[in-house]
């Protein structure tokens, strides 16, 4: 079956480095939609990603759906402390069916 | 609007014990989805529906049982709780794919099976 892989699995920086997760496939996808989850709280959807090669931008945040589709990435620049959560990928698995990654966990020292 | 509202949000069961966790929608979604989600892991597909009275199995379906008898509603029973089954379950929904497909969840409901 579809496997998505997130790496790293957990990321601590100090407040204004910056951070990346990266979340990988093992099948080509049609989209990937990225989610983040505070402490305690429900996952909140950020963005979806649709055209190979496409870089989307949200303020600090860079997504970027790679060439051939079966990748991508969520950068942030200059962390802060808003930061702080769980960062998900989510892809479909057929027409209704969506497999989450493992999530990445941040942590931002102030 | 609400959202996706869920009752209850705790609820400690014993062993053998059955349960309904109740999910409510009022964006008229088509598609709704139960999630569990483990300590510190990912979230795992249970059951999902495309439309009402259509429903199909996810990843992890043993246990569990759901029923869409209308748009808003997609309740998940438990049958027989098991301490696997401790876990934070959220319901979520979206407008299907090609109408921007985002998935909204609900606060979700923490249950503990002792």
């Known amino acids: 079956g579809q496997q998505v892989m997130q790496i790293p699995q957990y990321q601590h920086v100090q407040e204004g480095e910056d951070f990346t997760t990266y979340c990988n496939s093992s099948?080509?996808?049609?989209?990937i939609q990225w989610y983040k989850q505070r402490p305690g709280g429900h996952p909140v959807f950020l963005i979806q990603l649709v055209k190979s090669g496409e870089v989307k931008k949200q303020k600090r945040l860079t997504f970027q759906f790679g060439e051939a589709k079966k990748n991508s990435s969520l950068h942030i620049t200059a962390t802060q402390t808003t930061d702080v959560g769980t960062y998900f990928c989510a892809v479909t698995s057929g027409t209704y069916k969506y497999i989450f990654g493992t999530g990445t966990r941040l942590k931002v020292l102030a | 609007n609400a959202g996706v509202t869920q009752t209850p949000k705790f609820r400690i069961l014993k062993i053998g014990q059955s349960m309904t966790l109740q999910c409510t929608q009022d964006m008229n979604h088509n598609y709704m989805y139960w999630y569990r989600q483990d300590p510190g892991m990912g979230l795992k597909l249970i059951y999902y529906s495309v439309g009402a009275g259509i429903t199909d199995k996810g990843e992890v379906p043993n246990g569990y049982n759901v029923s869409r008898s209308t748009t808003e509603d997609f309740p998940l029973r438990l049958e027989l709780a098991a301490p696997s089954q401790t876990s934070v379950y959220f319901c979520a929904s979206s407008y299907p794919r090609g109408q921007g497909n985002e998935q909204f969840f609900g606060p979700g409901t923490r249950l503990t099976v002792l």
């Open positions: 099948t080509t996808l049609s989209n």
